[in-house]
């Protein structure tokens, strides 16, 4: 197995977690243009501009990731002082809560994307792709804790926005160190 297939967890994680959206009929954005996720469906790259016109919509996107300290021993060294992998990690999400510059219109969607986000971690973690296969074979989200939110009303552009930012934490999972190190 690649070494990306863990170490590029912001990918897999933000898709579950739009995925999860999705489900609940949440307009989503990642930000890999062919995850632009817009009534279920993935299109093209070239469906920015028009995804960006979108009212409402979520995006989201995992920054800030760093390590906490709980290490895994690998390779044929395990147990050996020094040959360790960092197996949890917690980051900040940012999910940007996108409304047309109706504050009734803003407060519901921010209402509806709230709600999710307090029990989402469980839904992600099982999130499948259309073949039935997990989307985080590799990762497992242990917590999102809400660390505040910052409004902006531009309603000269036409839109409300909230910043809403989490901190996420997550770990690899036990069996992915395995198909890493053969």
Known sequence: MPADAIYDYQTPIE????????A???TCYTPLGEQIIVDGLKSSPDALQQFEKK???IEIVLTGVS?????????SKKGASGFNREQAYSGQLTVRV???ANIVTQRAYLSLVQNLM??????????TKADGSLIMPYHCIGGIRKTGDT????????LIET?????LDFSVVDTAWALLDT
């Not at 307090?118 to 999130?127: E, K, L, P």
């Open 15 to 22: 898709e579950a977690i739009a995925s999860v959206m999705v």
């Open 24 to 26: 609940n009929e949440v």
């Open 55 to 57: 009212r409402p919509r």
């Open 67 to 75: 390590g906490i300290g709980r290490l895994w021993p690998y390779g």
């Open 98 to 100: 996108i409304t047309e």
């Open 118 to 127: 307090d029990t989402i971690g469980a839904a992600a973690n099982v999130a």
């Open 151 to 158: 409004p902006n009303y531009a309603p000269q552009d036409g």
């Open 163 to 167: 910043m809403l930012t989490y901190n």
